[in-house]
DNA sequence: CAACCGTAGAAAT
DNA sequence: TCTACGGTTG
């Protein structure tokens, strides 16, 4: 997982333990933007290909990592093509992972786009020519290896040589392309762009894996997403109401920087500052000068680059260079104050439109911007190769197919506990009215209690996926499609987005038998999710985007869950008879009371300093959502702050925060037991002779000291930079 | 000085 | 995720 590799990365997780109330266990599925990190397990290694070469270019990586497969376990097959296949075996599995996740998406109704990483920061720069070297020193290992004989070494060495993300994301967006799904290639970082398109309320919420998405100021994340849709929400609008950590009067400038002290991918954090420290140093100074500036008079010698350093950071955050798909060319995540100076490349340099239009839409790529080296016909050749292979085999041997599984634990522990906790779900009691018309999943259905069903799920999720393969594989003889609202409604949002591609739209096949049995899988999970289902329209009210689940469900006259989606398609419908998007799906009179976090919170509810107006929203209206009323504009701008939907999940999150709760103990921060709260005085004057921690960004701290251990000194690193 | 805490590196996956 | 370590608290 891309957390591993990247230590950087790692700092933040730890604040995502820390967030119990807000970050709730989510029982459905929503959000409309994927980050290619969702699909864990898509990513190996983040970063370059080998020989310094980044990126998309990784095809010839693709030629050495494959060819010791000749001499593994997989030799018997024989030849080149299958040194080719091997590899499309792993690339196949990352896609249809990602397709099984877009699928389970464009399900529950939500429209997916996905965004990939695309050019490097310069501040990063460093780092990953880091990764290339080790790369490139894995190649020559694994070739040395394999002239001495050693295959099994040299396999080894060769998979430490490759980085397959950029492939996967290249055949992916083939796929995505044959598919209609959205995507968009980030002119730098996905997370940025996601960023970007999350505050222009292009999406209403993001998934990913990547905590970077906090101090980048993202409103509604979703972290973990697992394969039956359920995860962890994050809402900046809740976050005062987090009890381990003390997040009052915090603004979002407040949780940028306290994330940068504790450690980012733009500036390592000083020795022996971590979150805990960054917090309680952020809560009582407010800003990173008074911090530093206190740290500094408490005999830490901090290096005078550090708070240059720090701004930069800081900005890069602030304002990065994105891709805006509305004026289609590259802007800033938000407006670039004045004293940011002239060379504005840290942020990514500037590109001109149609470079960065080429880049979104997968034409360009993003490293060297121009048209991509690979030979597409020989790759799709062996992709859908593999395809076939894959296919005989899994359908024949009815296989399970190994689609990467989430191996986080903390993520395994979040999904156990909201399975444990789905056992005991029971439909709530209060039922939207427009949902009561039509039959409910549950009321109709002896299964909707999901006692006992765990595995069926996973098996469906499984169908799902080989499913989709076969699809995929013969997706060029597609069947015709017939003009549908859907359509218009795509083509509508599509217009208004210039995204690089068209709408959703999966279920525009007719029904293979395969499909059927997904369908009857899927419905069969829907009834299981019954509850949860509507609580996924109850949520709808707020998607800014909803297309073609009823679509795709309405080939299926059996489907309930096409009842219950086709209910908010047609109230979307009903107010003027078109199709309106970010409407209303139905209408929920009262705001319900918030039983979870009347349970769960005792924290005094203000007024949010935590100032989510600071950002620079286009669309911006301070008005309360008020469900069941109000235009389009206003759901879709407010989506973060209506949570009456959470009665709903409040079983769901109670039961799994308690076990949260209980496992992260640890990490409770308690104002009263004093011993972990306030600041704590750094040790003075002593001279840090640790190095500093690798792979981070090039900042020299050889004057820096500040808590130093001893055991520091077995950090690996060689300092030679600081000498 | 025991109990506890946060950090950071190693190990496991 | 696990664990060792140095540091703090009372």
Request: glycine share 6%.
């Amino acid at each position: 997982m891309l957390t591993k590799r990247i230590p950087v990365i790692l700092l933040f997780p730890p604040l995502l333990r820390l967030l119990d109330d807000s970050a709730r266990v989510f029982a459905s599925s929503f959000g409309l933007l994927i980050s290619e990190k969702a699909f864990q397990g898509l990513e190996r290694r983040k970063g370059p290909g080998s020989d310094g070469d980044p990126g998309f270019a990784a095809a010839a990586a693709i030629n050495h990592a494959a060819y010791p497969c000749a001499g593994s376990s997989r030799a018997d097959r024989g030849g080149g093509y299958l040194l080719l296949a091997s590899q499309g075996r792993h690339l196949l599995q990352h896609i249809n992972y990602c397709m099984h996740r877009v699928k389970l998406l464009q399900h529950h109704g939500v429209k997916p786009i996905l965004v990939f990483d695309g050019g490097f920061l310069p501040m990063k720069v460093d780092q990953e020519t880091k990764r290339a070297r080790k790369r490139k020193e894995n190649l020559e290992r694994a070739m040395e290896h394999e002239a001495a004989g050693n295959s099994v070494a040299a396999f080894d060495c060769y998979q430490k040589a490759v980085d397959i993300s950029p492939s996967i994301a290249f055949e992916l967006i083939k796929v995505l392309k044959q598919e209609k799904v959205d995507y968009v290639v980030a002119p730098y970082e996905a997370d940025a762009q996601m960023t970007f398109l999350s505050m222009y309320k292009h999406v209403d919420a993001v998934i990913t894996e990547d905590s970077d998405l906090i101090p980048f100021g993202c409103s509604r994340i979703i972290f973990k997403m697992d394969k039956f849709g359920q995860g962890v929400e994050f809402r900046s609008s809740l976050l005062e109401q987090n009890k381990d950590l003390d997040f009052t009067g915090f603004t979002k400038q407040m949780i940028l920087e306290m994330c940068v002290f504790s450690g980012c991918d733009y500036l390592p954090s000083l020795p022996g500052m971590g979150l805990k420290r960054a917090h309680a140093l952020i809560r009582k100074y407010k800003s990173h000068e008074k911090v530093t500036k206190h740290l500094r008079y408490s005999g830490v010698s901090i290096p005078p680059v550090y708070e240059e350093s720090f701004k930069k950071a800081v900005w890069a955050f602030q304002h990065q260079r994105v891709y805006d798909p509305e004026k289609e060319c590259i802007v800033h995540l938000s407006d670039v104050p004045q004293d940011i100076g002239e060379d504005l490349d840290f942020l990514g340099p500037w590109l001109p439109p149609d470079v960065v239009k080429g880049i979104a839409k997968g034409d360009l790529d993003p490293l060297t911007k121009g048209p991509f080296q690979v030979e597409t016909s020989n790759s799709v050749l062996v992709v859908d190769k593999a395809f076939a292979m894959e296919n005989s085999e899994t359908i024949g041997r009815r296989k399970k197919l190994e689609l990467p599984v989430q191996k986080n634990v903390l993520t395994n522990y979040f999904c156990l506990a909201s399975i444990q906790a789905k056992r005991k779900f029971r439909a709530p009691k209060f039922t939207p009215k427009v949902l009561m018309k039509s039959s409910s999943p549950c009321s109709s259905n002896p299964d909707s209690d999901s006692t006992g069903s765990d595995e069926m799920p996973l098996s469906s999720a499984t169908d799902q996926s080989q499913d989709f393969l076969l699809n995929s594989g013969h997706s060029n003889d597609k069947l015709p499609v017939t003009p549908s609202m859907e359509d218009r409604l795509t083509n509508r949002s599509n217009k208004c987005l210039g995204f690089p591609l068209h709408g959703s739209s999966v279920g525009k096949r007719c029904p293979s038998p395969l499909q059927e049995s997904y369908q009857n899988a899927v419905n069969r999970k829907s009834h299981e999710h019954g509850t949860e289902l509507k609580c996924t329209s109850l949520e709808n009210k707020s998607v800014k985007r909803i297309v073609s689940t009823s679509h795709f469900f309405s080939e299926n006259s059996l489907s309930e869950v096409a009842n219950v989606d086709q209910n908010i398609v047609s109230c979307k419908n009903k107010e003027d008879g078109t199709v309106v998007l970010n409407d209303h799906p139905v209408s929920l009179g009262e705001p319900k009371p918030i039983s979870f976090l009347e349970t769960s919170i005792k924290k005094r509810k203000t007024a949010h300093p935590f100032d989510l107006e600071t950002l620079p929203l286009r669309n911006v209206k301070s008005t309360p959502a008020i469900a069941g009323q109000g235009n389009k504009d206003e759901n879709s701008k407010n989506f973060g702050r209506d949570i009456s939907h959470v009665n709903d999940y409040s079983g769901i999150a109670e039961k799994s925060m308690e076990k949260f709760v209980s496992l992260m103990n640890s990490f409770r921060y308690s104002s009263s037991g004093s011993r972990a709260s306030g600041l704590r005085a750094p040790l003075k004057d002593v001279r840090n002779t640790c190095s500093m921690r690798t792979n981070k960004a090039a900042v020299d701290f050889s004057e820096f000291s500040y808590k130093p251990r001893k055991n520091t000194a077995r950090v690996v690193s060689s300092p030679s930079k600081f000498d």
